[in-house]
Nanobody
Framework: VQLQASGGGLGQAGDSLRLSCAASERTFNSYTMGWFRQAPGKEREFVAVISRAGGRTRYSDSVKGRFTISRDNAKNTIYLQMNTLKPEDTAVYYC?????????????????????WGQGTQVTVSS
C-alpha cells in the first residue's frame, strides 16, 4: 500500500488547512485509517482515526473539536480538516493504514497498530 499525503503548508493561528491522503490500495475501504503527527524534538503522536466505513472516529484531546477526519472510499482518500489552528499544531503529519481487523468500528490510537505510513506533510502555524 502506498500513501500520498498532501495539503500541508504555512498558516497563522486561527487559520484552517485540509490535509489529504490518497491510497493506492484497491481495497481501501477495508482498512481503518489514521493521522499522526510529529513535532520537532518530540515523539510521533496520535491525532485522529476513522473506521473503514467511516462509522466511528476518535481524536486526541489536543485536537478534539477543531479537527475532523473523514474519508471518501470512492476516491481512496482520507482527509483531515484542521480548523482554529494553533502554533502547537506545527508538525509533520502522517497518514497511516491500520492492520486488518474484524471489527468494522476498529479505531486504534497506538502506532504499532498501523502497518503502512505515508511520507508526511509539513504543517507550520505561526502565532
Amino acid at each position: 500500500v502506498q500513501l500520498q499525503a498532501s495539503g500541508g503548508g504555512l498558516g497563522q493561528a486561527g487559520d484552517s488547512l485540509r490535509l489529504s491522503c490518497a491510497a493506492s490500495e484497491r481495497t481501501f475501504n477495508s482498512y481503518t485509517m489514521g493521522w499522526f503527527r510529529q513535532a520537532p524534538g518530540k515523539e510521533r503522536e496520535f491525532v485522529a482515526v476513522i473506521s473503514r466505513a467511516g462509522g466511528r472516529t476518535r481524536y486526541s484531546d489536543s485536537v478534539k473539536g477543531r479537527f475532523t477526519i473523514s474519508r471518501d472510499n470512492a476516491k481512496n482518500t482520507i482527509y483531515l480538516q484542521m480548523n482554529t489552528l494553533k502554533p502547537e499544531d506545527t508538525a509533520v503529519y502522517y497518514c497511516a493504514v491500520a492492520y486488518p481487523h474484524a471489527s468494522s468500528f476498529y479505531t486504534p490510537t497506538q502506532e504499532e497498530s498501523y502497518a503502512y505510513w505515508g511520507q508526511g506533510t509539513q504543517v507550520t502555524v505561526s502565532s
